[in-house]
């Protein structure tokens, strides 16, 4: 147990649709990451918060959209779900900014039907 | 651009040395990683390289870095099934604060 928490476990859904992944980081680390991975596009780093900030951004779409709360805890949002939104997405934590101690939480398997 | 290559498969012999190679892009990375993935399992960060280092050493792990090459390796010697796995190499693109995965190396053990 890596000590990062993401709920739901699973999440089927329709085209168009919203909605919120959550994930809880382990006590005390201050960066929250999330990946997505996908058969399509292997493995994609999205966005990194560090204390309440964006720090880092890679591929995420507009569609998308994520936040770091006062408790640390992240949201991930993913709106007008397509097919193609199909995919593990992956919360990680870590102490400081730099992603060389980061633990992972299980992931959230997204389905779009 | 930004591209971290890796070959898509490795087969070894349990006991033999296993070794997974990455080629990287961006030359002002700061980190380079290797991320773990079993089967149906989550994502777990195995090692790390500070871009001013040639090699690190962690038990079963020797990670070699050559910077004029963008080359990038990771030994796991004493080779094991619960090696199995697929390994991403994954580089700190520094100029843009993100990281870059490769594509994937899944790493299978022959008895």
């Known amino acids: 147990d890596s000590g990062v928490t993401q709920t739901p476990k699973h999440l089927i859904t329709a085209t168009g649709q919203r909605v919120t992944l959550r994930c809880s980081p382990r006590?005390?680390?201050?960066?929250v990451y999330w990946y997505q991975q996908s058969l399509d596009q292997g493995l994609q780093f999205l966005i990194q918060?560090?204390?309440?900030?964006?720090?880092a951004k890679g591929n995420i779409l507009e569609r998308f959209s994520a936040q770091q709360f006062p408790d640390l805890h992240s949201e991930l949002n993913l709106s007008s779900l397509e097919l193609g939104d199909s995919a593990l997405y992956f919360c990680?934590?870590?102490?400081?900014?730099?992603?060389?101690?980061?633990?992972f939480g299980p992931g959230t398997r997204l389905t779009v039907l | 651009g930004e591209d971290v290559e890796q070959s898509l498969f490795l087969s070894v012999r349990e006991g033999d040395s296993s070794v997974i190679n990455c080629t990287y892009t961006?030359?002002?990375?700061?980190?380079l990683y290797w991320y773990k993935q079993e089967p149906g399992a989550g994502l777990q960060l195995l090692t790390y390289?500070?871009?001013?280092?040639d090699m690190k050493q962690d038990q079963r792990l020797t990670v070699l870095l050559n910077k004029k090459d963008k080359h990038l390796s990771l030994r796991i010697a004493d080779t094991q099934t619960g090696d199995s796995a697929i390994y991403f190499c994954?580089?700190?693109?520094?100029?843009?604060?993100?990281?870059?995965f490769g594509s994937g190396t899944r790493l299978s053990i022959r008895p």
């Open positions: 990680a934590s870590s102490p400081g900014d730099r992603a060389h101690e980061q633990f």
């Open positions: 006590s005390g680390d201050l960066s």
């Open positions: 918060y560090y204390n309440g900030e964006e720090r």
């Open positions: 961006d030359s002002s990375s700061t980190y």
């Open positions: 390289i500070f871009s001013n280092m």
């Open positions: 994954a580089e700190d693109y520094s100029s843009a604060s993100k990281i870059i």
